[in-house]
């Protein structure tokens, strides 16, 4: 089946510090979009992309739908300790039953 | 606005036995999906259901299922637990479904044990 490509796995930083990560898949997607669980929840959307190219904001976060479809990146400036968490990517497919598939997950932990 | 709510939020069963999980989404959403998380295989879609009907399903096998009522709510059904089911399963609502967007709230969990 369609998987999506998330790295990192994990991240340890300092406080402070700015992060990227990225997402790669060999489908072509409508929609990819982020989203970040805490400990003992389900995840809470971050961003959501329509258009290939486009780069939106939210706060300190940033990410990018990639040209030819098939990669997005998300980016946090200045991390602070409630950055903490798993950050999921996950792309709608373009095709067929319209279906969300997500990434294996980047844990961030942050040293303070 | 109340969120997304599952119920058990746990519970443990042994293999063989049957689950069913329950999902009241957000008020005003039709569409509820639900998924399969481990930490060895990740988030997982297992299926969709949108105004009462299954729009979409993924690649599980028979043994789960689910259905979904007039007034939204959704539950899911495992039948003859296997001890690989054991997993943090989330339900998704959406006002209009996957076919539209991916924009999705999610409840906090039912986490299965079989045993």
């Known amino acids: 089946g369609q998987q999506l490509n998330q790295s990192p796995q994990s991240m340890f930083i300092q406080e402070g510090e700015d992060v990227s990560m990225n997402c790669t898949s060999s489908s072509i997607f409508n929609t990819w979009l982020w989203y970040k669980q805490d400990p003992g929840e389900g995840p809470v959307l971050l961003i959501a992309l329509y258009k290939a190219g486009e780069l939106t904001s939210n706060g300190r976060l940033t990410a990018q739908f990639g040209i030819t479809r098939k990669d997005s990146f998300l980016n946090i400036s200045a991390s602070i300790p409630s950055d903490v968490g798993i950050y999921f990517c996950?792309?709608?497919?373009?095709?067929?039953?319209?279906?969300?598939?997500f990434g294996q997950g980047t844990r961030l932990t942050i040293n303070p | 606005k109340a969120g997304v709510t599952q119920t058990p939020r746990y519970l443990i069963k042994t293999r063989g036995q049957q689950v069913t999980l329950s999902c009241s989404p957000i008020?005003?959403?039709?569409?509820v999906s639900w998924y399969q998380q481990t930490p060895g295989q990740g988030l997982q879609f297992l299926f969709e259901?949108?105004?009462?009907?299954?729009?979409n399903k993924g690649n599980f096998p028979g043994r789960f299922s689910g259905r979904q009522f007039s007034n939204s709510r959704s539950e899911m059904n495992v039948s003859t637990l296997e001890l690989g089911d054991s997993a943090l399963y989330l339900c998704a609502s959406s006002p209009r479904g996957l076919a539209v967007t991916g924009e999705l709230f999610f409840g906090e969990g039912s986490r299965l044990t079989v045993l």
């Open positions: 259901y949108f105004s009462e009907t299954q729009r």
């Open positions: 996950a792309g709608c497919l373009i095709q067929g039953a319209q279906k969300l598939v």
């Open positions: 008020s005003g959403h039709r569409s």
